[in-house]
């Protein structure tokens, strides 16, 4: 490895470098005004009869029972992550969740396990030692209603049944307790 | 699925490091930073995993999913150390002012690492009245990790200008970097909200801080001792 200075070459400022850096910079502004483009957390509110949550794990659920356990929930913040044992963000993101579900015993977390067998997603909750409710999505008629286009993805409702946050993708411990704190306060 | 926002962030935070080092006239000093921060993310996953998830320890996979949560500090003793070992047969003194010079190298990769949080996560912080609406979020949330990224560049170049040895001992200088990490980490974790308790966090980057202002201290009479 090699610590000492050498001395500075001539060609250190030439076109090549010049339009590298030029690259850099429009990369960078596009992904600054990408996510700077404003939030859409209006997002899905579930309506019809309630139903409660089933007793047991990976309950295969269609779009319209999946609505109606939301509806069931009201009067409590819900967290539905949405996931699949391929879905490596799923398995990095599961001792997270499994942390908000013990911080909050208000907060009910509730995974919906779709585009996967079942038999993986029971070793899955038993590997990450995950005690949360989960329901099946085998059809993906959950997932077409809720919009999903990657896994994982993390919706936030608060008590009244309001969607307040989401996120498409992988999310840090911030900003899976930034996505609580808009239904509980920091 | 490619994390576009961790690619921008490394596209930016490499291209801020190259341009500095060349600004400062340190490129000989990249080699020795990027095999550094490689040693200790791969040691900070590691130490998380093993307290979190050790199963994930055997999967590849989840052992390069940083951003689900890496132990920082383990994770710069180990990039310190690595460097130290890989430095060469130099003195010891000789490898300290090497080292001091490549600490404002790495306080701009990681301040514009933190910075660029508004790419990967909208950088959620405390409510605020004034800032941003990360995507998906429906409150306006102040953006610390930007602040803090801002904070560390400009500590950067004031180290890389106005401080750096002989004008300021090089313990000295990496104390004061280590230990103004360690500050904007506390109020980091003050403020912003988080899963569970807040305590063992700060407690550590209490710890963090009072080493480092000792390394500082040390530094700077040593500084003293060696002019007189």
């Known amino acids: ?186 | 699925m490619i994390d576009v926002g961790l690619a921008v962030s490394l596209v930016v935070a490499g291209g801020a490091v190259w341009g500095c080092a060349r600004w400062w006239r340190r490129s000989h000093l990249l080699d020795a930073l990027v095999s550094a921060v490689l040693v200790g993310a791969v040691v900070a996953r590691v130490v998380h995993l093993a307290f979190e998830h050790p199963a994930g320890l055997l999967s590849p996979l989840e052992l390069i999913s940083l951003r689900s949560g890496a132990a920082w500090w383990p994770g710069v003793v180990a990039g310190v150390g690595w460097w130290w070992l890989r430095s060469g047969s130099a003195p010891a003194p000789a490898r300290l002012v090497a080292l001091a010079a490549t600490v404002p190298l790495a306080l701009v990769a990681h301040g514009t690492l933190a910075a660029t949080c508004v790419v990967r996560d909208g950088c959620p912080g405390p409510s605020s009245a004034f800032g941003l609406v990360p995507p998906g979020l429906s409150s306006r949330v102040f953006p610390l990790g930007l602040a803090a990224g801002i904070v560390l560049v400009v500590l950067a170049v004031v180290l890389a200008h106005w401080a750096a040895p002989p004008l300021v001992p090089p313990l000295t200088v990496v104390g004061l970097a280590v230990g103004a990490v360690a500050v904007v980490r506390l109020v980091a974790t003050l403020v912003t909200p988080t899963l569970g308790s807040r305590g063992p966090a700060v407690g550590v980057e209490l710890v963090v801080v009072g080493v480092s202002i000792g390394v500082a201290v040390v530094g700077s009479r040593r500084g003293v001792a060696s002019a007189a």
Do not use: K
């Open chain 1, 1 to 186: 490895m090699r610590l000492l200075p050498t001395r500075r070459r001539s060609r250190d400022r030439t076109p090549r470098t010049r339009r590298t850096a030029a690259i850099a910079a429009v990369i960078g502004a596009v992904g600054l005004a990408a996510a700077c483009g404003g939030a859409d957390p209006a997002g899905f509110t579930a309506r019809g009869e309630p139903a409660p949550l089933p007793d047991a794990q990976l309950v295969e659920v269609d779009a319209e029972g999946f609505e109606a356990i939301l509806v069931g929930l009201r009067g409590r913040p819900v967290l539905v992550n949405v996931w699949a044992t391929w879905c490596v963000p799923c398995r990095a993101e599961a001792p997270l969740l499994r942390r908000a579900a013990e911080a909050d015993p208000d907060l009910v977390v509730l995974g919906l396990h779709a585009d996967d067998d079942v038999e993986g997603a029971r070793e899955f909750l038993a590997d990450f030692d995950l005690t949360h409710p989960n329901v099946s999505d085998d059809d993906g008629d959950v997932t077409r209603l809720l919009g999903v286009t990657s896994f994982p993805t993390t919706i936030v409702w608060d008590a009244e049944g309001r969607q307040r946050a989401r996120t498409n993708g992988g999310f840090t411990e911030q900003r899976l307790a930034a996505m609580l704190a808009e239904v509980r306060g920091p």
